[in-house]
């Protein structure tokens, strides 16, 4: 059952709405996981206002061969792939995959250098983490992102979106301790049509609101 009224208006009421529900976690210095660039602004808010730690988990989605807007996987910074329930119907070769896997994987090692520039990553290791995105249309990205962060032993993984599709979450409920979320409505159709103002993030946003600066 959906909580809210969509469309939300912007990243900002997504992210203080997302802090409510997760206000228990305030005093326990919970790592926040953003997966860029869309939940870093999310992020920031939810660190601040859970007075925890902000860093980014790095994951990539796979398009289709077809259609660069669907996601038919995705893949994290060690090159752990995760593909959708569907990719076998979306006509994309493993071939194709391939190519996009190592296209992804140099994407977030320069990413990975920008970002770490001021900083080592953070150890999510007997940490409560929360891993965010701005929404789920697959549930891909955030699958891949918490097996990754899984095999570094955190405490307690959750998953926090304002939106998703229902089957999404479905994907992910094997793989996260907890999944807070604002809505899962019926019809779904992309993350950026649940929201009234749903602008890029650019490079020098993200790392603006990494160093707090």
Same mark, same amino acid.
């Given at each position: 059952m959906d909580d809210i009224d969509l469309p939300l208006k912007d990243r900002t009421q997504a992210a #203080?709405?997302? @802090? #409510? *529900?997760?206000?228990?976690l305030r005093g326990k210095h919970p790592l926040i996981l953003a997966i860029p660039r869309g939940a870093v602004p999310i992020g920031r808010i939810l660190a601040d206002r859970l007075e925890g730690e902000l860093d980014v988990v790095l994951v990539? *989605?796979?398009?289709?061969a077809i259609d660069p807007e669907l996601a038919v996987g995705a893949v994290d910074e060690m090159g752990n792939r995760e593909l959708a329930?569907? !990719?076998? $119907? /979306? $006509? /994309?070769s493993m071939e194709w995959v391939e190519v996009q896997t &190592? #296209?992804?994987l140099?994407?977030?090692r320069r990413r990975r250098a920008s970002y770490g520039a001021a900083r080592p990553p953070a150890e999510p290791e007997g940490r409560i983490v929360v891993i965010v995105d701005d929404g789920l249309a697959t549930g891909s990205t955030m699958a891949a992102a918490l097996r990754s962060v899984? @095999? $570094? *032993?955190? &405490? $307690?993984l959750i998953a926090a +979106?304002? +939106?998703a599709a229902p089957d999404s979450l479905d994907v992910i409920a094997p793989l996260a301790d907890e999944i807070v979320y604002l809505a899962a409505p019926m019809n779904f159709m992309s993350v950026s049509r649940h929201y009234r103002a !749903?602008? &890029?993030v650019e490079e020098d946003e993200v790392l603006r609101l990494l160093t707090g600066r």
């Amino acid at each position: 059952m959906d909580d809210i009224d969509l469309p939300l208006k912007d990243r900002t009421q997504a992210a #203080e709405l997302l @802090a #409510e *529900k997760l206000s228990g976690l305030r005093g326990k210095h919970p790592l926040i996981l953003a997966i860029p660039r869309g939940a870093v602004p999310i992020g920031r808010i939810l660190a601040d206002r859970l007075e925890g730690e902000l860093d980014v988990v790095l994951v990539r *989605k796979i398009p289709s061969a077809i259609d660069p807007e669907l996601a038919v996987g995705a893949v994290d910074e060690m090159g752990n792939r995760e593909l959708a329930p569907y !990719f076998h $119907r /979306t $006509r /994309t070769s493993m071939e194709w995959v391939e190519v996009q896997t &190592q #296209e992804q994987l140099s994407l977030m090692r320069r990413r990975r250098a920008s970002y770490g520039a001021a900083r080592p990553p953070a150890e999510p290791e007997g940490r409560i983490v929360v891993i965010v995105d701005d929404g789920l249309a697959t549930g891909s990205t955030m699958a891949a992102a918490l097996r990754s962060v899984r @095999a $570094r *032993k955190p &405490q $307690r993984l959750i998953a926090a +979106v304002p +939106v998703a599709a229902p089957d999404s979450l479905d994907v992910i409920a094997p793989l996260a301790d907890e999944i807070v979320y604002l809505a899962a409505p019926m019809n779904f159709m992309s993350v950026s049509r649940h929201y009234r103002a !749903f602008p &890029q993030v650019e490079e020098d946003e993200v790392l603006r609101l990494l160093t707090g600066r």
